[in-house]
């Protein structure tokens, strides 16, 4: 930053002078009858008062001319600014105070000890209150911003009435009206606030208000002031204010504050011996600046001090304000102290002034930018310098922290708007960006709410570009130069540096920063500071409400200034994020630097797929190349194998997410292929994604994959098969053909190692369990079992050779031959139980003499399977003829295997011909029960006399004919054939809840 300076600004600046010679001034006071005028009412000490007039700039001025205008004040020009009117004489003795009643178009004059009244213009007589005497100060009541504690005076309200009465007759001079004005009672007229003071009168607070006022009467002035209140006070008042119903009083012993309404004093602050008392209203806050010595306390209305005391070099000679300032008036100097921090920001210095009194005073409660300050001989006129001259005037001289505490000063006073901090801001950050402090330059844009992110594209990218009319123009105050590329700002800057430094040892000041002159910077540095601070900044303004255009230019700068700094992580993330990068503007330079992940990812975000894959596919062949390395992982692995085969992988794997989500056909087989090279699970997945709106024709897919990857098409179909439900014939006889080819390749291949270990066989499997979880046996076993559409016999004659007889036995069980699946389960695969569970599904009883005549008889030159045989006798002897099964047994069979399961079967056979015998009984007897309970139930009696009636329409039956519902309801014919037979009146469906009678249930 700039070198620490004196902190002092130029708030005053003199604007014109008027010499009275003939007169020794005493009081002053101003009056803006309009923006650009003020009378300025001059009393002397020979009782005359002067009305001087001036002119100066308003507010819709340019703020620069005027500064301009101001500063070039000279005598030839003078008498246009400020000119003498007329004079009045009020009295013989000295004016000591003047007080403008704008509100009544009235001046009050106390001099003389009387309280005297002239017009704004001086043209009229002096009209002279003589009621009131001894009058050494007056002060107007003034009513704060808040309005809070203003209470609406009366004439004699908590006071003695009858004196204010006897008062108004004095004051009156004998009008004829006595008590009354204009026909009416004094208490009855209301009081005019425009126009009400306290005089006081030695010890006495006399509060004074006017009445019955008339536009069109002067004289009616004197006759319609009337006493409300008189306040006894300690001591002889020598200063007062009064704002809303607080008077605060000065005098030789201390402070006091009083109420208009309770006339109630109470102390304070004592003041020490020998000092003066001075009261000043703050109009800006209506605050009032309470004087003990050189110090001054500021209080508020209640006489609570409020922020810090103003500290002065000596005892002021008089106090005025001006906007955020006090104005101490001392020895010939007029110095300016800011309230809040009580810090002296501006001297002024008065030279051939002359000596004697001192007097100021200020408009702050009107126009707010005059102070007038008068010798005993001169009146000297002062304008407020425009706040933007003076935050120009710190920007100039480098002070910029000075600079953004007075605009922060005036933005919380309500001086400024918002829009004119931000401004400010915006113009400080721009600065530092030329002074080459690119961090604080950001975090003055970022504290900006009006700057456009537009205003940094030229510091960026030269003009012209895609966004050179963005940028807006001539927005500032010209203290900077236009924006240009950063190289060519940091090497202006390096430039300057260097000349300083040659000022500095030539014994010249420069406004470069010391620490600069004493550490030049890098220029490297320097450009790594402003590219990071400026990506700081745009990522900053991508959370703003901007418009498409401007968003545009944000991302797309920011992704140059990522690739300046090789900021690859960050660049991918923008890329692969939802952004507004132009991909016109950042492909050239993307591919020229070798960032063809980041363009790949920015195609994918805008859409551009067909782009962006191929960029992967040259990035997948690159590696496979050695041309391209994964630099993330360079230093996580040793061997450069690992890095490519990492970075076709990820480059396979982000091209496989984008085919995800694609219906394109074409595109999507266009890359099928080097995908597959890198990795089948991937190519899988895009076959198989379930997140495209429209899925892929399965011919079309089945054509366009690699015969030689069986696994990738095994798996589609598959998927087709088991996830689609797809029912074609055609795909389920090509899963299972293909399933069959692997499992006889796999069945070979485990042959052929049958000495190696077991490592070297599951290596075999590795690549293919990456896609599926089983092995392929397994796979094809399930398939051949569940599915019923594919062609059995084709693949049989594939099989028909080989030695995988598990899937024989489920084809031959497709195709009926019972025999021979007997057989391979029995025989081949010795798995008798699979052997009787397909007896059972056959549910035959010859299917169990068919297996133990397989299992006594095999064939292959096998031993007979006797276990196998007494097993299955034991297990389902009873469901077999004992003849038949004698027959089979063979002569070689050992007698004692066979005794005890041929005895059981006997007795079995016994057992089951006796227990069927029972059961035929307790059959016929059951049958017997039955036909007799409805023999009986047929046969039962119904009793119906004249007092019966139907159960559905309540009619009496009589002779009629009549049902009976087995609930036992009856109801006339007429009824029945409307119910029906199954449906009772009660709604009871017999046919759906049959009724059972106890004599109707079997027992035991």
Known sequence: MAKPRLKSRTILEPFAQFNASSSSIRSLALFSTSPSETLIYVGTVSGKLLLLSIHHPDSNTSSSSNHENSSNNGNSDNDDKIKFVRHMLISDCAVESIHVFGEIEKVLVVSDGFIHFVDLELVKPVKKIGALKGVNVVARRLRSNGNEGFTKLTVGGGGDASGASSFLQRLGGGGGGGSRLNGGVVNDLPIDDNCVFAAAVGKKLILVGLVGRSNESYDSVAGSLVTMKEIQCIDIIKDIVWIDDSIIVGSSSGYYLCSCVTNQCGLIFSLPDMSTPFLKVLKKEYKVLMLVDNV???????????????????????????????????????????????????KIVFSNEGTGQRVITDDEGETGKVVVVATSSKVICYLKVPSEEQIKDFLRKKDFKEAISLVQELHDDGDITKETLSFVHAQVGFLLMFDLHFEEAVDHFLLSETMQPSEIFPFIMPDPNRWSLLVPRNRYWGLHPPPAPLETVIDNGLIA?????????????????????????????????????????????????????????????????????????????????????????????????????????????????????????????????????????????????????????????????????????????????????????????????????????????????????????????????????????????????????????????????????????????????????????????????????????????????????????????????????????????????????????????????????????PTDGKKPMFKAAVRLLHNHGESLDPLQVLERLSPNMPLQLASDTILRMLRARLHHHYQGQILHNMSRAVGLDANLARLEERSRHVQINDESLCDSCHARLGTKLFAMYPDDTIVCYKCFRKQGESTSVTGRDFKDDPVFKPGWLVTD
Not at 301 to 322: A, H, K, N, R, T
Not at 739 to 756: F, I, Q, V
Request: include cysteine; charged fraction near 25%.
């Open 296 to 346: 001054g306390i500021i209080i508020d209305s209640q006489g609570q001090p409020v922020g810090g005391s103003l500290v002065f070099q000596g005892p002021p000679d008089g106090i005025g304000e001006m906007g955020t300032s006090v104005i101490s008036l001392h020895n010939g100097k007029m110095e300016l102290y800011v309230k809040k921090s009580g810090k002296c920001v501006q």
């Open 497 to 857: 540096i260097q000349r300083a430094i040659f000022l500095k040892k030539a014994g010249l000041e420069t406004a470069v920063d010391d620490d600069f002159l004493l550490n030049p910077p890098n220029r490297d540095d320097l450009m790594d500071s402003a590219i990071k601070n400026l990506i700081r900044y745009l990522k900053a303004s991508r959370e703003k409400d901007l418009t498409s255009s401007v968003k545009e230019g944000v991302d797309t700068l920011l992704m140059y200034l990522y690739r300046a700094l090789n900021l690859v992580d960050e660049m991918e993330s923008l890329a692969s994020s939802e952004n507004w990068c132009i991909v016109e503007e950042l492909e050239s330079l993307l591919n020229e630097s070798g960032h063809l992940r980041t363009l790949a990812f920015l195609c994918e975000s805008k859409g551009m797929s067909s782009k962006a894959l191929a960029i992967w596919r040259i990035l997948a062949r690159n590696y496979s190349s050695g041309f391209w390395k994964d630099q993330t992982r360079i230093n996580e692995t040793r061997g450069e194998g690992v890095n490519i085969i990492s970075g076709k992988e990820t480059a396979a794997t982000e091209a496989s997410r984008i085919l995800e989500e694609l219906s394109d056909k074409d595109l999507i087989l266009q890359h099928l292929g080097w995908i597959a090279d890198i990795n089948q699970v991937l190519a899988v997945r895009v076959l198989t994604s379930e997140k495209r709106s429209h899925q892929l024709p399965p011919s079309d897919v089945i054509a366009a994959i690699d015969p030689k990857k069986t696994e990738i098409l095994q798996r589609y179909l598959q998927w087709l098969i088991e996830e689609q439900d797809s029912d074609d014939p055609q795909f389920h006889t090509s899963y299972a053909l293909l399933l069959t080819k692997s499992a006889l390749e796999t069945y070979e291949t485990e042959s052929s190692y049958e000495g190696g270990t077991l490592n070297q066989i599951n290596d075999l499997e590795t690549r293919k369990d990456l896609i599926f979880q089983n092995s392929v046996r397994e796979r094809l076993q399930f398939f051949l079992q569940s599915s019923d559409l594919y062609d059995p016999e084709e693949v049989l004659d594939l099989i028909e050779e080989s030695e995988l007889w598990l899937e024989k036995a489920i084809l031959y069980r497709k195709l009926g031959q019972e025999t021979l699946v007997l057989q391979i389960l029995a025989v081949k695969l010795e798995d008798n139980d699979a052997a009787e569970h397909y007896c059972a599904e056959i549910g035959r009883p010859d299917a169990y003499m068919q297996l133990l005549d397989i299992y006594l008889n």
